[in-house]
C-alpha cells in the first residue's frame, strides 16, 4: 500500500477514528515520550544551575537561553516543509539522545560547570524546534479535518499531561537522587522516543509528490517570505502579538520560579509547581473540544482575566498548597487558548504553508519568552523573586483588556463557526502556487 493510499484512508471520515489510526497512535506515544524529555532536561538544568549558583540571575540566563530557540522556529519552518519528516522526527531525537547524556558523564568525572550546562541546554531546545513543527505539519496529514481539534486535543493533552507528571516527579527525584541522575533517563526517553517515529507513515501533500524527498534548502528566503506574507495583515498577526506579551511573563516566572520556591519549600515545590501549570494545561487541552460553540474572542477575554487575579492570589498566599492549586487553575484557560490557536492555524492556512506558517507564528510569540526570562533574572535579583513573580501576571490582565477593546479580536467566532472571512486570510490562486513551484 503506498502512502497515499495509506494516509487517504486514515484520513476518510468517519472510518478511520483517532482511537485505530495507527500514524497517529505512533506519532502521539512519541510526542509524550519526547516531552517527558524535555520537561527532565529543563526542570534537572534550570534547577541543577540554581543549585550550583544560588543566583536568580544564572537562572534567569538558563532559562533564557532554554526559551530563545522556539523563537527562531521561522528558521525550521520551511525546511520542515521540505525535509521527510519522519526522518526529521528520527535525528533529532538521536542527537538530543547523546547530548543529555554529556552531563551525566562530565559529573563523573568531576569536570561538571555551569558553563557545560549553559552550552548543552539552548542546543537541546534548538533541535525541537524541528521536532514540533514537523509534528504539527504531519497531524493535517494523518487524520481527517472534522477531527483535527479533537487531535490537537489530544497532543496538547499529551503534552501538558507530560508536563505536569514529569515536571513534578522531576522535582521528587532531584530531591531523592539529585539532578544529574535526571540526564540518565532522560536519555532513554529519547531512544524510545525514536523507536516510535520510525514507524510513523506521512503521505506527502499530493500537490508535492514530484518534489524531491532529500533535504534541499533551495528556495529557502523566498519559502520564509511566503509564510510571514500569508500571515502580514491577518487577525494572526495581532494574536501573536498578544500571545508574546503573556509569554514575556511566563518567561519572568521562570526565570525566579526556582528562587521562588526555594523561599517557600524547595526543589519539590518547585516540582509541583511547574507540574501545577502543566496540570491545568491539561485540564484546558481536554475541556478545549467541548468549548468550540464558545466565541474564541470571549475565551481569551474572560479566560486571561480570571488567571490574572488567580496569578497574584497564588504568589501571595501564605500557603503553599494553596499557590499550587491555584497556579493550576491559572494554567486552564492558557491549555484551552493554545489548542484552539493551533486548530485556526491548521484549518486556515494553506497546507503546503503550514510548517512555515505554525513556525513563524511560534517565533514571533515566543520571542518575547527568553527576554523576559534573562530581564527576571536581573530584577528578581534586585527586588525580590515574589515580588518579580506577581509583575509577571500583567501581561494576563494587558491580553485580556486589549481583545475587549479590540472588535475584531473580540469578535472572533467559535472554533464551531471557522471562516477565512474573519481572519483577513487571502487565499492564493492555483496558478499562483504553480508559478511558485
Do not use: C, K
Amino acid at each position: 500500500m503506498s502512502q497515499q493510499q495509506d494516509g487517504a484512508e486514515a484520513t476518510d471520515g468517519d472510518t478511520a477514528s483517532l482511537r485505530n489510526n495507527w500514524n497517529f497512535r505512533r506519532l502521539l506515544f512519541g510526542r509524550f515520550v519526547t516531552n517527558a524529555g524535555d520537561s527532565l532536561y529543563t526542570i534537572a538544568g534550570t534547577w541543577l544551575v540554581y543549585d550550583l549558583t544560588g543566583s536568580s540571575f544564572y537562572t534567569g540566563l538558563a532559562s533564557a537561553l532554554l526559551l530563545l530557540p522556539p523563537a527562531l522556529q521561522f528558521v525550521s519552518g520551511p525546511l520542515v516543509d521540505r525535509w521527510p519528516l519522519v526522518r526529521t522526527l528520527v535525528w533529532t531525537q538521536l542527537v538530543q539522545a547523546g547530548l543529555v547524556l554529556s552531563i551525566p558523564i562530565a559529573a563523573a568525572f568531576d569536570r561538571l560547570s555551569v558553563g557545560l550546562i549553559l552550552v548543552v541546554i539552548p542546543i537541546l531546545s534548538f533541535l525541537n524546534q524541528f521536532v514540533y513543527p514537523a509534528q504539527n505539519a504531519a497531524l493535517p496529514r494523518i487524520v481527517a479535518e472534522g477531527e483535527l481539534t479533537r487531535a490537537n486535543s489530544v497532543f496538547s493533552f499529551a503534552n501538558r499531561g507530560t508536563d505536569m507528571v514529569f515536571d513534578a516527579l522531576g522535582g521528587v527525584l532531584i530531591a531523592v537522587t539529585g539532578a544529574v541522575s535526571l540526564f540518565v533517563l532522560d536519555s532513554i526517553t529519547f531512544v524510545v522516543a525514536t523507536l516510535s517515529f520510525v514507524g510513523v507513515r506521512v503521505p506527502e501533500p499530493a500537490e508535492t509528490d514530484d518534489r524531491a524527498t532529500g533535504v534541499d534548502v533551495s528556495g529557502y528566503p523566498s519559502d520564509l517570505r511566503e509564510g510571514v506574507r500569508w500571515l502580514r495583515g491577518t487577525v494572526f498577526a495581532e494574536m501573536m502579538l498578544t500571545t508574546a506579551v503573556t509569554n514575556f511573563g511566563t518567561g519572568v516566572m521562570l526565570a525566579v520560579l526556582p528562587g521562588f520556591a526555594a523561599v517557600r519549600g524547595g526543589s519539590i515545590l518547585y516540582g509541583a509547581l511547574l507540574g501545577a501549570i502543566g496540570a491545568g494545561g491539561l485540564v484546558g487541552a481536554l475541556v478545549a473540544s467541548r468549548l468550540t460553540h464558545i466565541g474564541y474572542g470571549t475565551i481569551r477575554i474572560v479566560g486571561l482575566g480570571v488567571g490574572f487575579v488567580l496569578w497574584v492570589a497564588a504568589v501571595y498566599s501564605p500557603w503553599p498548597a494553596l499557590s499550587v492549586v491555584l497556579f493550576a487553575i491559572t494554567g486552564v484557560p492558557i491549555g484551552v487558548t493554545n489548542v484552539m490557536g493551533q486548530t485556526l492555524v491548521q484549518t486556515v492556512a494553506p497546507e503546503d504553508l503550514l510548517g512555515r506558517v505554525t513556525s513563524v507564528d511560534a517565533s514571533v510569540s515566543t520571542l518575547t519568552v527568553p527576554i523576559g526570562s534573562f530581564l527576571g533574572g536581573i530584577v528578581g535579583s534586585r527586588v525580590g523573586v515574589v515580588t518579580t513573580m506577581a509583575v509577571a501576571a500583567v501581561g494576563f490582565a494587558f491580553v485580556s483588556l486589549y481583545f475587549a477593546i479590540r472588535p475584531r479580536l473580540r469578535s472572533l467566532p467559535a472554533m464551531d463557526d471557522i471562516g477565512q472571512g474573519e481572519f483577513g486570510v487571502r487565499v492564493r490562486s492555483s496558478s499562483a502556487s504553480e508559478n511558485r513551484d
